[in-house]
């Protein structure tokens, strides 16, 4: 079975940043593109951000040039570097990956709430 494990979440200032981690158990090989979606309170779970094993990327237009993602292929994690937070980022966020086989495997979710 494979895992996701999130990481770095919490509370932050409008104008702050927070870094949310991702780490795969399942080896790279197997991996074909990794992204974080986001749910909102009352809203439907959306995408944020995805990069595929060769390093393209894609993003939600409310998150482009504040938002990037990237991966460490040697430590199978996803990293979501988070600039510029705005109080309409409050959510939570979770991590997915889907295999080179088209399985999709969805971490636990970890909240990021932005107030001051």
């Known amino acids: 079975q494979v895992q996701l494990v999130e990481s770095g979440g919490g509370l932050v200032q409008p104008g702050g940043s927070l870094r949310l981690s991702c780490a795969a158990s399942?080896?790279?090989?197997?991996?074909?593109?990794m992204g974080w979606y986001r749910q909102a309170p009352g809203k439907e779970r959306e995408l944020v951000a995805t990069?595929?094993?060769?390093?393209?990327?894609n993003y939600a237009d409310s998150v482009k040039g504040r938002f990037t993602i990237s991966r460490d292929n040697a430590k199978n994690t996803v990293y979501l570097q988070m600039n510029s937070l705005k109080p309409e980022d409050t959510a939570v966020y979770y991590c997915?990956?889907?295999?080179?086989?088209?399985?999709?495997?969805w971490g636990q979710g970890t909240q990021v709430t932005v107030s001051s």
């Open positions: 399942l080896n790279i090989f197997s991996i074909n593109v």
């Open positions: 997915k990956l889907r295999t080179t086989s088209l399985d999709d495997y």
């Open positions: 990069i595929t094993r060769d390093g393209s990327t």
